[in-house]
């Protein structure tokens, strides 16, 4: 009886969730911005998430002039599709309305490279990768272990060193990815504007004025007080209420 009752009340729940996305889609679809944030919402408050559910959510914000809401869940959206071209481009238009001009400094050298290859896919498409080449290097064992021609072996046996060579490099790069998204910590800045101080105290000397919309990140925590740093690689402490972690 116990298990029924689950069962329905998982089935009631994903109802619910794709309720209510399909109505906040009509709404946004007929310019009721405000009113598909509010079934998003829903869907959200429910603890069901998707890309796709922050990027409508993000576009909804954005609609309605909210910036630092729509910069938020673009963010979101990304964690879960980091290569959403979609979600990137609505990103980038949500930024231009932002006041702090806040340069990127670009990583160079070999750290550089070897982002560039493990951000191709989330950690979790690096995991699925490794499970296709262990797969294959089965496979290529066993037609090394039957095969009674000699061509035929020494095939088997070389797909066998390919197979296990790219094996390693998708473990290493999935633990790589997982390390780098643990240790990542993007935050958004709410407040309309604050001050990122050289201390966390409110005494302190003030490093750079910030406005809403602006993405920093999380470096640690002290009482009320986080440090975070800027895109620039400016360090400072912000009070912790100014600021929303995006995951």
Known sequence: MKNIFYIVLLTSQFFF???GFETGNDLYQKAKYQEALNAYESVVSGHQESAELYYNVGNCYYKLNKVA?????????LVL????KDVQNNLRFAQKRTIDEIKVIPKVGFAKLLR???????YNTWGWIAIAFSVLFLLSFIGY????????????FFSMFLVIVLLLISVAAAIFEKDHFDNEKPAIVFA?????????????????????????FVEEAVQGWKKVQLTDGTEGWIESNAIKEVK
């Open 17 to 19: 969730a794709q309720t």
């Open 69 to 77: 809401p729509a910069i938020y869940n673009y963010e979101k959206a």
């Open 81 to 84: 599709k980091p290569n959403n």
């Open 116 to 122: 560039d290859f493990t951000g191709i896919y989330h």
């Open 145 to 156: 272990y039957f095969s009674q021609l000699t061509v035929v072996k020494r095939i088997f």
């Open 192 to 216: 309309e504007m604050t001050d990122v101080r050289s201390e966390p105290q409110k005494m302190a000397s003030t490093v750079v004025v910030l406005h809403e919309g602006t993405k920093v």
